[in-house]
């Protein structure tokens, strides 16, 4: 469970001012095992999504009067479930981390999957795609097979978010 740092910026929002140079030097300061906890005043929504595709996710809550807390959380880079699974057989293969980041859990179906497949089209060999998913892709896994891709994927252990990584297709004995 990772650490939090906290970053208030509603007295800079109150002020009329512009705290985004904060949040990305404060993103940016933050170690593999901490995430930010996030004060404003509005639910930051585009910084949602541009977190997300930066590896974090996020929990948003209200907290009344015009304030609201996010805990941006960093994205692991293999699932941390016991019941994770594989399409290949070289498991403890380490990968290299995600060259590109998705959330997808708030997505109604088709579009996690019309997405995923998108985001994997400008990715080079030997890239990994990390996708978060409110569900088991069971349709998007056997397509991700027949392009040629290798998977890992898993609930976490509370059982809300799917986890999965992509790795763009290399022949096995490459070096990418």
Same mark, same amino acid.
Request: aromatic share 4%.
């Given at each position: 469970m990772p650490t939090f740092v906290d970053l208030?910026? +509603?007295?800079?929002?109150?002020?009329?001012?512009?705290?985004?140079?904060?949040?990305?030097?404060?993103?940016?300061? *933050?170690?593999p095992d901490?995430? *930010?906890? *996030?004060?404003a005043t509005f639910k930051p929504t585009p910084l949602l999504h541009m977190l997300g595709s930066r590896g974090y996710t996020h929990d948003v809550r209200e907290l009344g009067h015009d304030d609201w807390e996010v805990l941006f959380t960093p994205v692991e880079r293999m699932p941390a479930s016991t019941d994770a699974v594989?399409?290949? %057989?070289? !498991?403890?293969?380490?990968? %290299? %981390?995600p060259?590109?980041?998705?959330?997808n859990r708030d997505l109604d179906p088709p579009e996690?999957?019309?997405?995923?497949l998108a985001a994997l089209e400008s990715l080079?060999? @030997?890239?990994?795609?990390?996708?978060?998913?409110? +569900?088991e892709p069971m349709f998007l896994l056997?397509?991700?097979?027949?392009?040629?891709?290798?998977? +890992? @994927?898993?609930? !976490?252990? !509370? @059982?809300t978010t799917y986890r999965l990584?992509?790795?763009i297709g290399v022949e096995r004995g490459s070096k990418a």
């Open positions: 208030d910026v +509603r007295p800079i929002l109150r002020d009329g001012g512009e705290p985004f140079e904060q949040i990305m030097a404060t993103v940016a300061g *933050l170690r901490q995430g *930010l906890r *996030l004060l594989a399409n290949t %057989p070289d !498991d403890d293969e380490v990968w %290299p %981390p060259t590109k980041s998705i959330d996690p999957m019309v997405r995923t080079k060999a @030997g890239e990994v795609l990390s996708a978060l998913l409110c +569900r056997p397509e991700l097979a027949k392009r040629g891709h290798r998977w +890992r @994927g898993g609930f !976490d252990a !509370d @059982g990584a992509v790795r």
